[in-house]
Nanobody
Framework: QVQLVESGGGLVQAGGSLRLSCAASTTRFIFSIKTMGWYRQAPGKQRELVASVTGGGSSNYADSVKDRFTISRDNAKSTVYLQMNYLEPEDTAVYYC???????????WGQGTQVTVSS
C-alpha cells in the first residue's frame, strides 16, 4: 500500500515562505503517471485542493494561492513539492498530498504537515 509522508511545515510570520515535501512509497513509474496535488484542511473546514501537477509538469492552482504557491515534482524521487511564498494567516492549515483531479485521494492519506502563519 502506498504511503505518503509530508514534511516541511512550521510556524512562520505573514509574508514568509515555506517549502513542503511529500514522498510517496511507490515506484517511479506509477508515481510519474499520477496527477498529484496538495490539499489543505483548516480547523472547521473541509479539505480543499490548492494545487495540482500532472506527470508531465503542467500545474493548476486555486485562486486563493495563485501567484504565491508553486507546485513541482521529481518523478525520479517520487516526491512532490509545494513552494509557498507570501504566506497569509488564511493559509494556516494542515497540508496533505495525494492523487488529484482524475482520481482524487486515491491513496491513503498521510499525517499531513502543519503550517501556521502568524499575523
Amino acid at each position: 500500500q502506498v504511503q505518503l509522508v509530508e514534511s516541511g511545515g512550521g510556524l512562520v510570520q505573514a509574508g514568509g515562505s515555506l517549502r513542503l515535501s511529500c514522498a510517496a512509497s511507490t515506484t517511479r513509474f506509477i508515481f510519474s503517471i499520477k496527477t498529484m496535488g496538495w490539499y489543505r484542511q483548516a480547523p472547521g473546514k473541509q479539505r480543499e485542493l490548492v494545487a495540482s501537477v500532472t506527470g508531465g509538469g503542467s500545474s493548476n492552482y486555486a485562486d486563493s494561492v495563485k501567484d504565491r504557491f508553486t507546485i513541482s515534482r521529481d518523478n525520479a524521487k517520487s516526491t512532490v513539492y509545494l513552494q509557498m511564498n507570501y504566506l497569509e494567516p488564511e493559509d494556516t492549515a494542515v497540508y496533505y498530498c495525494n492523487t488529484a483531479i482524475s482520481n482524487p485521494g486515491a491513496w491513503p492519506w498521510g499525517q499531513g504537515t502543519q503550517v501556521t502563519v502568524s499575523s
